[in-house]
């Protein structure tokens, strides 16, 4: 079993940026593939970024590419989503998730494509 715990979640006003960190207890996630997603009220869960089980190869949504960055710490089992250039758009829930038996190289845009999932951190963005 792998609990994931989300933090770093909170209010900002646009333009400004947050870091969101997603501690994992349990097991090792150092050679999962870790992904974020998040929720808007009223909206269907979406892809946000994720990272590979092999070679670190990182994917965005086109909504979030060149400002917001995924990476992870094995040596903290931790996985990282820096946010820059906030928007208002950007406000949901994030949620974080661990793959550790899929595609080693695959994007992993499904929720359904994880076996753990953790309860999410809530990021307001202000205009």
Do not use: H
Not at 19 to 29: D, E, I, K, N, Q
Not at 33 to 48: I, L, N, T, Y
């Amino acid at each position: 079993q792998v609990q994931l715990v989300e933090s770093g979640g909170g209010l900002v006003q646009a333009g400004g940026s947050l870091r969101l960190s997603c501690a994992a207890s349990g097991r090792t996630v150092g050679n999962a593939r870790m992904g974020w997603f998040r929720q808007a009220p009223g909206k269907e869960r979406e892809f946000v970024a994720s990272i590979s089980r092999i070679g670190g190869r990182t994917y965005y949504a086109d909504s979030v590419k060149g400002r917001f960055t995924i990476s992870r710490d094995n040596a903290k089992n931790t996985v990282y989503l820096q946010m820059n250039s906030l928007k208002p758009e950007d406000t949901a829930v994030y949620f974080c998730a661990a793959d550790l038996t899929g595609s080693a190289f695959g994007v992993g845009k499904n929720w359904g494509d994880y076996d753990y999932r953790g309860q999410g951190t809530q990021v307001t963005v202000s205009s």
